[in-house]
Structure formats: structure tokens, C-alpha cells
């Protein structure tokens, strides 16, 4: 499914960013990728979501190969994948409902079809009362679960979360960990970027550690390692 | 088939116009004003043309038989003309014919008839080539029974030489309030798109194509270009208008092109200016906030 071989990223300043990464993941698979601050996470997501191009290797998503990837094809590529952030990156001016079918709106699908996904995503991540209520309307683990059901709206086969609990108390942090895993359940690739130490702990999936640009540990149902 | 709502398109592009109010003005004034500026230069050339075809100072020459010529002697003169170089064509113009014309052009001949008209019969002889003119008009002149050659040659070089003037004076306004029109409209377009960055990034991440992110920009440009014309249509009438008054009271020997005859080309060459303007300040403002 996503394939990093070799990979190396290096910045126009001369910062090498990844230095030679080697990951494999399966379709259907659940994995933390974990480390410090300047690690190199940020830069693998960058590469994933081809906002940055990588600077020699290959690396593969689906029958995307992305070190050949044209401008052109980028929109189609990113229709692959539901993407969530730590800001959560909502529409403060539209509603639950008008936020999650507006990425169906921007590929082009049928207001009929709009009209049955939406409540049907937003009863998947348990917000079903709330679709016409306004993001600051709602809290922060339910604006969390809006992109959640957002980056799910054009079905992914790949989901990627960057610190998806980073702005959510510890107990909306486990609810959206676990509307992670249950993503994951119905077959989505789901890749969580965090530095949460417990909620890694906690959910005992693969683990990815990264340090100063490679890749220092890889174990299923592994630990978030602080020593790396 | 994807099915995109163009009101989507449409409803984007006027938010954008109207969140960013003062510099879309900005933009309409600067457009209109090049318009106006365009316009009335185009105008002015246009009935200069006009007038040197009324006075026949493009390529004519006129030439006057003596007043007490026969008949026959000024139609040798004809034949005479006609066997020269440089001729385009030769028109004889009889006294009577000629009293007619002034009479059409002027209205203080009312007491002249043909009893007493003063005017010799004539030939107005359209030439090739400028440069060849003087030779022409030297041949002209050893032709027995011509009492007077009327080039006015000096007169169409002066007018053509205000005409290019003009012409020089239009191209500089039209290089500098363009390049100022169109650099107010990127930064009106710039100011939408940042203002609108995060829904754009949103947008990339989903998954949309250039064109479905651009489109709105590309209407609203637009419409600063549909705006500014016909903006600038009503003021050049206006003016147009005013002018023409003065003219026509003023300087009753020049001809001046009613705006009823020009309208439509007034505005259409407008609106497809503006458009363009606009569009092309919307594409080159786009161009760095697009890359996926």
C-alpha cells in the first residue's frame, strides 16, 4: 500500500530532513509514527500528502507513485486519502453538515448523493444531533470529530492524522483515538502523527519511531519509546 | 459525468468582491479610467481620420481649370491627368457640381447661383503614393488649361504628424495606466486569496483541481472588467457628448462622428478590454497560491 524506499528529503537551506527511509505499510494497517521535535514527522507527512517532493528514493501510495507524481494528478492523488490536523481546520462560517459535504462538493458529487453520506458519516463518528450546529458552537473533541468525519466523506482508502489530540482534553483525546480504530476496523490505512505517549501506550498498534531523519525503531504493538 | 453548481462559482467570486470592498473599487476606478483614457483617444483618431477623408487630404489633389476653358479643352485635361503616374483615379468635378458641395458644406452661399458662380470646373485625382506627390504635381501644373494644382499637401502632413502625436501621447497612457490597472487588480485578487487561504488549503487537501479553486477568482476579475466598462461607456458618452455640443456649435467645419454611430463598438471594445484586464490580473495573482 505505501511504500518508502530509501527516501531522503532535503530543503533548499540544506537542512536534511529525512536522511534514508525505509517503511513499508499495508493496506488496512494502523500505525503511530512517533519521535521528538524536528524528527522528521512533519516532512513525512509533507511527502504523503505531496505538498513536498522527495529528494531521491521512491515512494509509493496505492498505484500513485509520488517521486513521478505530475501538478497535474496531485488533486486525484489527495482524493485518496481524509486528512486531519491538530487545528481541525473547519469552516467557521458553515455548519457540521456544510463542512464535511463540502469536500464532496469540491470532487464533483451529486447533491443527492450528499444529501444520504453525510448523516450516515456523521452517525459513524456519533455527531448525528449536531449537523447544524456551527464549529464554535461545539467543542473541541466535536470539531475534531467533524474533520474526522470530513476526511472520510470522499472514502478514503488512506487516513492521516496529524496530532488529531493535540488541542482536546485527555478524554476526548481517547474518543477520537478510538473513532480512529474503528476507522481502521472497516478497512481504512490509518496513520496517526503524535507525541502522545500515553494514548501510544495505550492502543498497543505498530509504532514508528523517528529520530533526527531515520527511522530508529518499528514494532508491532510496540511502545512509545523515549529513549530514541 | 462530475456535475459542478456554477452558482458555487458565482456566489464565491461576489463574497470575495465585496469582503475586500475598497480595494474591488480601487480596482473599478482604475480600470474605468484607463478605459475612459483608451476610448477617448480612439475617438479622437477616429474622427481625425473622419475629416482628412472629408477634406480630402488623403491622398487627393485638386485641380482647377481656367475659369473661361471649353469644353473640350477641359476634357483634354482629363485625358491628360489620366495618362500620368502615380494616378488612382480622376473625377471631374463640373462648376455646378462643385457650387452644390459648398453649398452642402456651408450654408452662407444661399445668393450664389449658377448665373453667378465663381467656382471653374475641377478634378479631384486620387494618387498612389505619397512619396511620388511632388513629381505629380509638377506634371500637373505643365498641363495647358489648368489655372491651379491645390495639394495641400502641408496641411495633411501637419494633421497626420498631430495625428501620430496623439497616437504616441495613447500608447504611453495606455502602457502605464495598464500596467497600474492590472497591478491594482492582483493586489485585489491577492487580498482575496489570502484572505481565503485557509479554505484554499482545505480545499488542496480534499482534493480540488486548480481550476475549481481558481474559477471564482477568475469571475471576480471578470466582473471588476464588466463593471469598469460599462462605467467607462457612460462616462465616455457623457463626455463625448459634451464635446460634441461644442463642436457643433463652435467649429461647424469639423465632422464629428455622432455616438450613436459608434455605441456599440464603444462598448463592446470596453467589456472585452476589461475582461481581459481583469482576467489576467486574476490569473497572474492566482499563480503562486495554487501550487498544490
Known sequence: MIDFVNVKKAYPNGTMALKGINLHIDEGEFVFVCGPSGAGKSTLMKLLLREERITSG????????????????????????????????????????????????????????????????LNTVNLSGKQDSFPHEISGGEQQRVALARALANNPKVVIADEPTGNIDPKMSLEIMSLLIKINKIGKTVIVVTHEKDLVDYYKQRVVMLNDGLITEDRVGGMFNEEV | MRRYNPFYFIGQAFEGLFRNSVMSFASVAVLMSLLVVIGGFTLLVTNIDVNLEQFGLINQIVVFCEPDASESEIEDIGIAIGKLDNIAKVEHVTKAEGLEQMKDQYDIYDDVDENNNPLPDSYVITYEENEKVVELDYQLKQIPGIAKVNNRLELATTIENFKHGVMLVFVWFLAILGVVSIFIIINTIKLSVFSRRNEISIMQYVGATGWF??????????????????AAYFIEWYIYSYIERLVMTDLQMITFLPFSDIRGFVLWGFIGLGVVTGVLGSVISLGRYLKQ
Open chain 1, 58 to 121: 521512491k515512494l509509493t501510495v496505492g498505484e500513485y507513485d509520488l517521486s513521478e507524481l505530475s501538478e497535474f494528478k496531485v488533486p486525484y492523488y489527495r482524493r485518496e486519502l481524509g486528512v486531519v490536523f491538530q487545528d481541525f481546520r473547519l469552516f467557521p462560517k458553515k455548519t457540521v453538515f456544510e463542512n464535511v459535504a463540502f469536500a464532496m462538493e469540491v470532487v464533483g458529487t451529486p447533491r443527492s448523493k450528499i444529501v444520504r453520506r453525510v448523516p450516515a458519516i
Open chain 2, 213 to 230: 479553486i481558481s474559477l471564482p477568482y477568475i469571475i471576480e476579475g471578470a466582473v471588476i472588467g464588466i463593471v469598469s466598462s460599462v
